[in-house]
């Protein structure tokens, strides 16, 4: 008998909104998820591994990746390039997994466009005072950084009517107990 294909998820959402937080949580509960691994130009924060949180590569090594399309859809975010590696994403989903991307909104638009069967999921912070205040008390940004992720925050809230599910993560357990609804839908 075929194999199931699996369901590739887009995970968007203003950084500081907790998606990582969250994405955890849902990861540490559930086998049938892979977390797809993105690359990224920007420098490992303290405590981040090449492979693990991100594959950091130069500016050089990410645009020759852009020009031998390997990239299943990237962007340019606060000066840095962000992208999914468009191979072990399909190998997973061959295989069954349900895929997650965590990528922001022009990422999301381009696997939208590409992908229509994606299931996009915008998680959105309570408010945005709430945004500025967790992105501040993370600390791992300087403040002309944080204005910036701010500025672009106000600018992804834009785009939630294009998403399927808009999840506010006002409460942990409650928005974990959200996403799990939205991926057993389609494991019915
Ligand atoms: P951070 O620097 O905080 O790790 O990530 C900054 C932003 O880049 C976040 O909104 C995150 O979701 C997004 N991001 C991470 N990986 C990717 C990717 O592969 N593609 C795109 N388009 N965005 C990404």
Redesign the pocket.
Known sequence: MKMRKGTLYV?????GAG?GTLLSRLMAADDRLFF?I???T?AP?PGEVDGV??YFLSKADFEKKIAQNAFL???K??D?Y???LEAPVNEKLDAGYDVI????????M?VHEKRPDAVMVFIAPPSFEELAHRLRGRG?EDEEKVCR?LE?AQR?MQYTDRFDHVVVNDEIDRAVRELQGILAERRT
Do not use: C, D, M, W
Request: glycine share 8%; proline share 3%.
């Open positions: 995970f968007t959402g203003p950084s998606k797809s993105s690359a990224t920007r924060r949180q991100y859809e990237h962007a975010y606060v840095n962000y992208g999914t991307l965590e990528i922001e909104v022009q990422g999301a381009q791992t992720r672009t992804e």
